[in-house]
């Protein structure tokens, strides 16, 4: 399976990592673990950029983590441009993954903060494609 099911637009077909988006219609956000040296990786890389190893293991991401940046952003790129204004959120995480994403559309930019606890889970996207995006966690 390639990689042309995933998000809003997709500029590539191919991926040493399919799984992924396996994984993603599991209903899990997974990230990769480097067995030599345990650096973890999302998006996921199955080649260590740090030790150079080929030797990982998948890590799901379903612990909650932390809004430490957003944006609301009112000019899209190409793809995008019918779905502004958006806001993209950079979200921290147990062992350090920070996963940069859209926000749920349902949280209310009034009630957007740095700080707030949130989660990243699969999304389903018209007409047959899926991604991940951040929602906020129960507090």
Not at 13 to 31: H, N, Q, R, W
Request: proline share 9%.
């Amino acid at each position: 399976m390639g990689f042309d099911k995933f998000g809003v637009v997709c500029h590539t077909t191919d991926t040493k990592i399919p799984d992924f988006i396996s994984y993603l219609e599991e209903g899990k956000v997974m990230a990769t673990r480097c067995k030599g040296c345990g650096s973890i990786y999302f998006p996921p890389k199955i080649d260590c950029p740090e030790c150079l190893l080929a030797d990982m293991e998948w890590r799901d991401i379903k612990e909650n983590g932390e809004l430490i940046s957003y944006t609301v952003v009112h000019y899209g790129p190409a793809g995008f441009e019918d779905k502004t204004p958006y806001t993209m959120g950079l979200a921290e995480f147990p062992d350090g993954i920070r996963v940069m994403s859209l926000l749920d559309r349902r949280i209310p930019e009034s009630e957007t903060r740095v700080g707030m606890k949130v989660k990243v889970v699969p999304i389903k996207l018209p007409p047959d494609r899926i991604s991940y995006e951040l929602q906020k966690a129960p507090e």
